[in-house]
């Protein structure tokens, strides 16, 4: 681990777990299944399931890491093992930007889903929002293995890609505070996206 890495890890990554859960917490179901997709360690969504023991949250990744913190089985990346609407939400957390087709990505998880999904993300927009993402993510990533094609979208190209799937953002977020005031400045901006959507 480089020294870039361990910073993050001390300041950051435990702290963002639970500004993850305190945002998107209220955008879930009271009860039911939801399914993480790009679940990583499970940190977040067993995070959520101890704010409200009515959900089940299940995950899938392309990676599966070891002793994560929920059931998870490995994807492909695009098809997922379950039949339409069999869960009540489907949930990405910083996962889009890593698909290699993310379209269809969306398009399955309204499939299993019902149309409802949640959605926490990186929005391209601002002075040097590319190069910024692209080094948050390899430092968060790179010693995961987790693909890094640095594909992040400008809220037109979102706002498209929901209008082409028809889906319908009920709620959009795009002023995310998840890092403290001495790094929000650069790492938080207008960098990060939530908004939960429903089949129109």
């Known amino acids: 681990m480089n020294p870039v890495e361990m910073l993050h890890d001390r300041h950051v ?28 360690d499970g940190a977040l969504a067993a995070e959520l399931m101890s704010r409200n023991p009515g959900l089940t949250i299940d995950g899938v990744d392309t990676l599966l890491r070891p002793g994560a913190a929920i059931p998870t089985k490995q994807f492909d990346g695009v098809h997922i093992e379950a039949a339409d609407s069999s869960y009540d939400l489907c949930m990405f957390v910083d996962v889009i930007h890593h698909a290699d087709k ?9 499939r299993v889903s ?7 993300d990186h929005l391209r927009e601002g002075l040097f929002a590319q190069a910024t993402l692209s080094f948050m993510d390899r430092v968060h990533n790179s010693r995961y293995g987790v693909s890094l094609p640095c594909r992040y979208w400008s809220e037109r190209e979102w706002r498209d890609v929901f209008a082409q799937l028809g889906l319908n953002p009920e709620q959009w977020k795009d002023r995310v505070i998840l890092y403290p005031a001495w790094a929000n400045w650069l790492f938080g901006r207008r960098l990060h996206i939530i908004t939960s959507l429903r089949r129109i």
């Open 114 to 120: 019902g149309g409802k999904l949640l959605i926490k």
């Open 102 to 110: 993310p379209l269809e990505l969306l398009r399955e998880a309204a």
């Open 13 to 40: 990554k435990g702290r963002r777990v639970g500004v993850l859960a305190s945002l998107l917490a209220p955008l879930l179901p009271d009860s039911g299944r939801v399914l993480d997709i790009g679940s990583g």
